[in-house]
């Protein structure tokens, strides 16, 4: 099975237009709108390295930090490894979830 690999790194913002014209200013990529299924926000595409998502900031468990996702085969192997691990599963779902590390640092974890 591969490795998880990071995929997306995604930023709240209590601006979201600011926030990608900053993003898109320093990375000069532009940040689209997500596709059904991505969640709310924009993100960047195409790129050989991790996407940078925004969104606009919230209360949930990935909408108030910078929170990195990591690519997966298969993520109900994937979070059970967490928990094996010593971590937690925050937010289960189908295509994503959200974590927290044995130190409680929250990070993703979604399909590839």
């Known amino acids: 099975m591969p490795e998880p690999r990071p995929a997306l790194i995604e930023f709240p ?40 998502g925004v969104h606009a900031r ?15 085969d298969d993520l109900g192997a994937a979070l059970e490894r967490v928990e094996s691990l010593g971590g937690s599963v925050i937010h289960p779902g189908e295509r994503w979830a959200i974590c927290r590390d044995s130190e409680g640092s929250p990070f993703g974890l979604a399909l590839r």
Do not use: C, I, M
Request: no cysteine.
């Open 58 to 72: 919230g209360r949930g468990p990935g909408d108030s930090f910078s929170l990195p996702y990591l690519s997966v």
């Open 13 to 52: 913002a209590d601006d979201p237009q600011r926030a990608r014209r900053f993003w898109g200013g320093l990375l000069g990529a532009k940040l689209e709108a997500r596709a059904e299924g991505e969640g709310e926000g924009w993100q960047t595409r195409g790129a050989a390295a991790a996407a940078v």
